[in-house]
T-cell receptor, first 114, second 111 residues
Framework: KNQVEQSPQSLIILEGKNCTLQ??????????LRWYKQDTGRGPVSLTIMTFSENTKSNGRYTATLDADTKQSSLHITASQLSDSASYIC?????????????FGRGTQLTVWP | EADIYQTPRYLVIGTGKKITLECSQTMGHDKMYWYQQDPGMELHLIHYSYGVNSTEKGDLSSESTVSRIRTEHFPLTLESARPSHTSQYLC??????????FGEGSWLTVV
């Protein structure tokens, strides 16, 4: 069964600190992996997208890594800011259909305290 | 910045009422989607479209219906709302396998 599991479920850190969020997946055949940021009450916004051949991608203070062999990804946030408080969602796409079906994790709820 | 818009953002309606959630995108994307998301839970695909006059049901069974008469417009309709339909509905669009752009969401409460 294709699944996406994220950990931790929630995380609280102090402003300025770094943190790493984890995503494990069983989706096969793999197409790409995306990280989204979703502020409370808003729609998800794309942070990164990685294909099978990419093992790291950065977007400002966000750096995503991908290990397609172990089917794991991480999102590292550097020098956290209050505005980083949000849910971070890992989304994996398969290539077994024209639609490129998406499998969503439940997200990691990050809270940054001053 | 994504050019995809949803209205209304928030809606409270009575049981049995008919409701249409509007979604429009100005990016010319062929693919459009409707997702349902309950608080703290993952998004579930309820409808998608490859283009004009193309609509398909998603993974999650839904009593809603959709139409795609124009490329930019993908409305979702509930003929008779029930409390179980209370949720957040997210519209999205994409071009091919590229980034999927989401709207801000429509929060529906059925009382």
């Amino acid at each position: 069964k294709n699944q996406v599991e994220q950990s931790p479920q929630s995380l609280i850190i102090l402003e300025g600190k770094n943190c790493t969020l984890q995503c494990n997946y069983t989706v096969s055949p793999f197409s790409n992996l995306r990280w989204y940021k979703q502020d409370t009450g808003r729609g998800p916004v794309s942070l990164t997208i990685m294909t099978f051949s990419e093992n790291t991608k950065s977007n400002g203070r966000y750096t995503a890594t991908l290990d397609a062999d172990t089917k794991q990804s991480s999102l590292h946030i550097t020098a956290s800011q209050l505005s980083d408080s949000a849910s971070y969602i890992c989304v994996v796409s398969d290539r077994g259909s024209t639609l490129g079906r998406l499998y969503f994790g439940r997200g990691t709820q990050l809270t940054v305290w001053p | 910045e994504a050019d995809i818009y949803q209205t209304p953002r928030y809606l409270v309606i009575g049981t049995g009422k008919k409701i249409t959630l509007e979604c429009s995108q100005t990016m010319g994307h062929d693919k459009m989607y409707w997702y349902q998301q309950d608080p703290g839970m993952e998004l579930h695909l309820i409808h998608y479209s490859y283009g004009v006059n193309s609509t398909e049901k998603g993974d999650l069974s839904s009593e809603s219906t959709v139409s795609r008469i124009r490329t930019e417009h993908f409305p979702l309709t509930l003929e008779s709302a029930r409390p179980s339909h209370t949720s957040q509905y997210l519209c999205a669009s994409s071009e091919g396998m590229d980034t999927i752009y989401f709207g801000e969401g429509s929060w529906l409460t059925v009382v």
